[in-house]
């Protein structure tokens, strides 16, 4: 899960060195926990949040194959 | 293929340099110098040479769209997947064949529609006006897309006859695009769509004078 949106949001972002994922992992829903540099928050999240809700539907069709429920956080 | 011109004294140090700043693999170029320039003696008669890049972005977007989703694929823990590709220039099309073809269609397509915007996004496909890639499921795209163009159809009809606006079920983005294009096409109704978020609804609106609005057909 972690590797995943870590995936994608380097492939996004101008400074993919400070992106930082942090997985907080629930019996069963696991927490991801993203962090990007301000300038690239805009990226992150997309014209009206769609780039952000393409991130997390692609997130609940992995967790349908994992069993898991996922909820990605975007923090500023 | 898109084409630059450059300007540098030195001819590998400005392509290197160039593709660098564009994040393009060398293998998707070729160049030419249109312009020999000249170190010049002693800082004297230094003239910049003009170089002519010729960057493939359809091939370049061919292997970059298949090695992203194979990632995107993988990561998001799939393990049964294999991506068969047809071309048909400028459109790509990167179809994807799985058992798990359910969960990656997703309700309402939902799931293929943001696979769809994340891969645009990480190609940056705005940059790329003329070429399309696609991304579909066992199909699925193609059989939707066609059966909802036949629904249109007789929407159209019933537009035109009636005089009064046809709905059309909800859609994705993915699959809304290629509908209201294919309406579009066809003269005497415009579309118009409803909703907020990935799914919304098409409206057929006949125009009020057929005539005027005929010379698009």
């Known amino acids: 899960m972690k590797q995943l949106v870590e995936f994608i949001v380097k492939s996004l972002v101008d400074k993919p060195e400070k992106v930082q994922v942090d997985e907080v992992e629930g019996e069963k829903t696991t927490v991801i926990e993203l962090r990007v540099d301000q300038a690239d928050l805009g990226k992150v999240i997309g014209k009206q949040g769609r780039t952000a809700r393409a991130i997390r539907t692609i997130l609940g069709a992995s967790g349908v194959k994992r069993g898991k429920r996922v909820v990605l956080e975007i923090l500023e | ?79 049964e997947f294999q991506i068969e590709t047809k071309e048909d220039k400028p459109r790509f099309i990167l179809n994807i064949l799985t058992p798990d073809s359910k969960i990656l269609v997703g309700k309402f397509a939902q799931t293929l529609n943001a696979i769809q915007e994340i891969l645009d996004r990480i190609l940056n496909i705005e940059s790329y006006p003329e070429i399309e890639i696609l991304v579909d499921v066992e199909g699925y795209r193609e059989r939707v897309t066609k059966h909802l163009s036949e629904k249109a159809i007789n929407a159209v009809e019933s537009a035109k006859r009636t005089g009064k606006v046809q709905k059309l079920p909800p859609m994705v983005t993915i699959i809304r695009k290629d509908i209201h294009k294919f309406v579009n096409e066809i003269s005497g109704v415009r579309t118009e769509s409803s909703g907020t978020g990935d799914i919304k609804t098409i409206f057929i609106v006949p125009d009020k004078n057929n005539k005027k609005r005929g010379e698009n057909a």
Request: charged share 35%; aromatic share 14%; with cysteine.
């Open chain 2, 1 to 79: 293929m898109k084409y630059y011109e450059i300007e540098c004294y030195d001819v590998e140090e400005g392509v290197t340099k160039f593709l660098n700043e564009n994040k393009i693999p060398r293998e998707f170029i070729s160049f030419e110098i249109i312009e020999q320039g000249s170190k010049g003696i002693l800082g004297f008669g230094k003239k910049l040479s003009k170089v002519m890049i010729k960057f493939d972005e359809f091939e370049y977007l061919k292997r970059r769209s298949k090695v992203v989703l194979h990632d995107i694929l993988e990561k998001a823990g799939f393990e």
